[in-house]
């Protein structure tokens, strides 16, 4: 198809110009794909994309989220596809980290929640979601709550085998309760 062509084209080019730091010819490379209507792989995939370019070169977080809020969409829809559910993840981790920079840990920790209970199969995601919704705890001072999340990750870790994220785990909590200790009492 032709379209698929000038998708692919597109996206050489807005990968091209990402590395050349050429960030506006990039996001005009993406939008056009988008415009072409790609599969929903690759609509999810640019939208992330466009998100990573807006928040980490211009001040427009608030586009930034609105791709991202339109790849979970899609996501949500792919059914049993892991890979579009691995978008999703990230597209999540990315919108947490940027409510997290502008203090609104509330909506952070929503949106964490919201897909951690269908990254329950993907141990990286899980595991690695779980742990930035104990840090954005931690940014709260809520001990309790990153106690609690850390506990969660421990025992998702021993039951993957993941020994070595387990002990991570433990070592974290461990820190956390002797913090408190030290800070309280």
């Not at 980290?97 to 203090?103: G, H, L, M, V």
Request: proline content about 2%; overall charge neutral.
């Amino acid at each position: 198809m032709d379209s698929d062509k000038a998708i692919n084209g597109l996206l050489a080019m807005a990968e091209y110009f990402r590395t050349q730091h050429q960030v506006k010819e990039a996001v005009h490379c993406l939008l056009a794909t988008l415009e072409l209507k790609p599969s929903p792989r690759v609509e999810m995939r640019s939208r992330v994309q466009l998100a990573l370019l807006l928040h980490h070169h211009t001040d427009n977080s608030s586009e930034a989220i609105n791709h991202l809020e339109k790849a979970m969409l899609l996501g949500r829809s792919g059914g049993q596809v892991a890979e579009l559910h691995e978008i999703r993840f990230e597209a999540a981790s990315l919108m947490a980290r940027i409510y997290a920079e502008q203090s609104l840990f509330q909506q952070a920790k929503s949106i964490l929640r919201k897909v951690l209970d269908s990254a329950a199969h993907f141990p990286y995601w899980y595991l690695r979601l779980t742990l930035q919704l104990a840090d954005m705890n931690a940014c709260e001072r809520d001990n309790d709550a990153v106690t609690i999340t850390l506990s969660k990750a421990v025992e998702y870790s021993q039951a993957k085998g993941v020994l070595y994220t387990q002990l991570l785990c433990l070592l974290c909590k461990g820190s956390v309760s002797d913090s408190c200790r030290h800070f309280y009492g």
